[in-house]
């Protein structure tokens, strides 16, 4: 089999691979499209870099990749942007098969390739803001951008043809299509990815997206998913994302055991929607990470149903507010519904959760059984209260 090996500009080549099978990435975040590891050659007159590698057990794939252009023994750099094993796991392997090659990373990342993949401090080439490498016609300009989504992260952009290799930042978790156009659902598929990984960095990636304003990009091609030959489409879209501008929109995340939470919370989803509210709800028994992750990207308020088991919090309930806390979303407001059979606890421990993430809890309902027509015209009252917050901001 001829692997495939794409040319995205004259001496620009695409060696990465696609991990169609892959359902899980970190052990938390569902990959329904499988994903892929992006590694780019870059070829000048004189000098060859790769740009990235692959993730463990792809070593075999990128080696031949790299064959099909260049030995990969004459390789002179490989380019470390993220230190993260899917796209530095196979490192050694590269640079076992490159003896002249140097790699250049980032002082955080020299230390991360060191402690990681025991690179001796020879085979390291540290780079900072600015810094440029001329491969001869084709200069690599790298652009620190650090915490997204690790603290050594940087950016390397070929200066004569406008292409920009920011690793994760911009990509997706989807192995399907080669560029932005040939995937239907990208866009979806990019905001459940900036919010699994990249929400809990907004201000290091509004920070990055202020250091790229002005830079001329043509090709933006990211160690996920599909490359963007349509730059400012996700562009535009992480100036959004990054800044926090949310829609008004309200989460309605919910798990419920005989059916009084969920009482509560059908009468609030539809005094929402009767309110002209965007609705997302999640069923937290059987959420996918992602799909709720891509929710809260832009949602103004969450509206939380949760019973209490043994006296606090369901868990699936508790993972979600967990998760909540710790993606950072730009929520403004949040109200809890909630049902117990003989003793509360769920509100105290929401409360206790959501407290110190600055998210207003603007009320909650918590019932003693099943709901009787008063409780669920205070569920009622306190969507309508929450519709007509989440109406009255601005973003
Ligand atoms: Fe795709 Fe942070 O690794």
Known sequence: MKPAVIELKRGVHWVGVKDWGRRLFDGLIPLPHGTSYNAYLVKGSAKTALVDSVNPGFEGELLDKIRIIADPAALDYVVMN?????????????????????????????????????????????????????LGGKTLRFVDAPFLHWPETMFTYIIEDKVLFPCDFFGAHTAAGVYDDEVADLAVRAQMYFGEIM?????????????????????????????????????????????????????????????STERLVRIAAETLLDAGI??????????????????????????????????????????????????????????????????????????????????????????????????????????????????????
């Not at 050694?92 to 060191?114: E, H, I, N, R, Y």
């Open 278 to 395: 965007h609705v997302a709800v999640h069923e937290l028994a059987h959420v996918d990470v992602g799909d709720l992750a891509g929710d809260l990207v832009d949602a103004r308020a969450i509206v939380l149903g949760a019973p209490t088991v043994l006296g606090g919090l369901h868990p699936a309930a508790l993972n979600a507010v967990n998760l909540v806390k710790a993606l950072r979303p730009p929520l403004r407001y949040a109200a809890v519904l909630s049902s117990y059979g003989w003793g509360g606890g769920a509100l105290r421990q929401a409360g206790e959760i959501l407290g110190p993430t600055g998210i207003e809890v603007v009320g909650a309902v918590d019932v003693h059984g099943a709901p009787d027509a008063d409780a669920e015209a205070q569920a009622a009252t306190l969507a309508t209260e929450i519709a007509a917050r989440v109406r009255s901001s601005q973003q």
């Open 82 to 134: 993220h230190a993260e094993p899917d796209h530095a796991g196979s490192i050694p392997v590269v640079l076992a098969a490159s003896p002249k090659a140097q790699l250049v990373l980032t002082a955080k990342g020299a230390d991360m390739a060191a402690r990681y993949f025991h690179v001796p401090n020879d085979r390291m080439q540290i780079v900072k803001d600015g810094d440029t490498l001329d």
């Open 199 to 259: 929400m809990p960095f907004r201000k290091a990636g509004e920070r990055a997206m202020k250091k790229l304003a002005g830079l001329p990009i043509e090709l933006i091609a990211p160690s996920h998913g599909p490359l963007w030959r349509h730059p400012e489409t996700i562009l535009n879209l992480y100036r959004k994302w990054t800044a926090g501008e949310t829609l008004p929109k309200v989460v309605v995340a919910y798990v419920s055991m005989w059916g």
